[in-house]
């Protein structure tokens, strides 16, 4: 099951650079040259007594416009002290990234999640 976030027509990833908390870059990874990759990255420091907190979203264009499907969300667990990979299958991911949608909501930036079926 794959995830995705549906931005706004006029709300383009590729032309933001810097949203709330949140700055948005091409990334530096690229495997596949015709889909576009961006990196999501928080520019909050990471905390120690927060337990998760998402510090960056990897993410891909998808064909339908105005779609990029989620492709990887990294978090810093603060019990752990270590950077984690996180599933949107698991609720509280699901969370985490409503309340960021949020913040960019406040901002202007309207994107909403949604559920591929395959």
Known sequence: MSYCLVFDEFDNPTYLKKV???????????TH??????AL?????????????????????HSIENHWIIQLIEAFD?????????SLEDPNTQTSIQQ???????????IQLLKLEA
């Open 100 to 110: 960021i949608l949020a913040e960019f909501a406040r901002y202007d930036v309207c």
């Open 20 to 30: 709330g908390n949140w700055v948005i870059t091409f990334d530096t990874h690229q």
């Open 33 to 38: 040259a015709e889909q576009t990759r961006l």
């Open 41 to 61: 990255t928080s520019v909050l420091p990471r905390s120690v007594d927060s337990g998760l907190q998402i510090r960056r979203i990897i993410i891909q264009q």
């Open 78 to 86: 603060s019990e752990q002290n270590q950077e984690i990979t996180l």
